[in-house]
T-cell receptor
Framework: AQSVTQLDSHVSVSEGTPVLLRCNYS??????LFWYVQHPNKGLQLLLK??????LVKGINGFEAEFKKSETSFHLTKPSAHMSDAAEYFC?????????????FGSGTRLQVQP | GAGVSQSPSNKVTEKGKDVELRCDPI?????LYWYRQSLGQGLEFLIY????????KSGLPSDRFSAERTGGSVSTLTIQRTQQEDSAVYLC??????????????FGPGTRLTVL
């Protein structure tokens, strides 16, 4: 069994300030972890993916995430927010479970960027 | 290259009618997934196809929902006798495979279904 918890349903930051979107997971197997972004009325776009190659993963648009096994966390960060970053962000866990690929989405975090 | 495509982009139907939603995955992708995203909700897994294996239907909410994948490519999600609670955005995704290096899912733009 696996689960994902996004700790904040809404995050509001000012343009130019850092972004932190928090995600904790649980999985019985070695998971792949993803962050996806969904802009209003748009499809889901992959931001980044963690497998096991490196604990710090760099994604598109200046985002990165750090895998911390001891804390079972995979928080998403960006040093400086841009207005175009306003969107919904989903943390996702993917693992093989009883022979099938099981994908579990977090409930999402809505990021607001204030001018 | 071409991404995942879905049709129609919007579908309005009357309660009790049947609807078919189509998904064209990325060429060469062996895995295909259907999800549902209701207003203000996260993504709900519906069904998963992997190659020639039997599909994983564990997420289908009722027997009114069914899906097939013909020739290992195009998939159709069918909802029979639609209800108002079926109103949602239906998302399709595909991945190259199911292993840790091939399981990245690429999503289509979705079909917005409205049941009146």
């Amino acid at each position: 069994a696996q689960s994902v918890t996004q700790l904040d349903s809404h995050v509001s930051v000012s343009e130019g300030t850092p972004v932190l979107l928090r995600c904790n997971y649980s999985s019985s197997y070695s998971p792949s972890l993803f962050w996806y972004v969904q802009h209003p009325n748009k499809g889901l776009q992959l931001l980044l993916k963690y497998t096991s190659a490196a604990t710090l993963v760099k994604g598109i648009n200046g985002f990165e995430a750090e895998f911390k096994k001891s804390e079972t966390s995979f928080h998403l960060t960006k040093p400086s927010a841009h207005m175009s970053d306003a969107a919904e962000y989903f943390c996702v866990v993917s693992a093989m479970d009883t022979g099938r690929r099981a994908l579990t989405f977090g409930s999402g975090t809505r990021l607001q960027v204030q001018p | 290259g071409a991404g995942v495509s879905q049709s129609p982009s919007n579908k309005v139907t009357e309660k009790g009618k049947d609807v078919e939603l189509r998904c064209d995955p990325i060429s060469g992708h062996t895995a295909l997934y259907w999800y549902r995203q209701s207003l203000g909700q996260g993504l709900e897994f519906l069904i998963y196809f992997q190659g020639n294996s039997a599909p994983d239907k564990s997420g289908l909410p009722s027997d009114r929902f069914s899906a097939e994948r013909t020739g290992g490519s195009v998939s159709t999600l069918t909802i029979q006798r639609t209800q108002q609670e079926d109103s949602a955005v239906y998302l399709c995704a595909s991945s190259l495979g199911a292993g840790p290096s091939t399981d990245t899912q690429y999503f289509g733009p979705g079909t917005r279904l409205t049941v009146l």
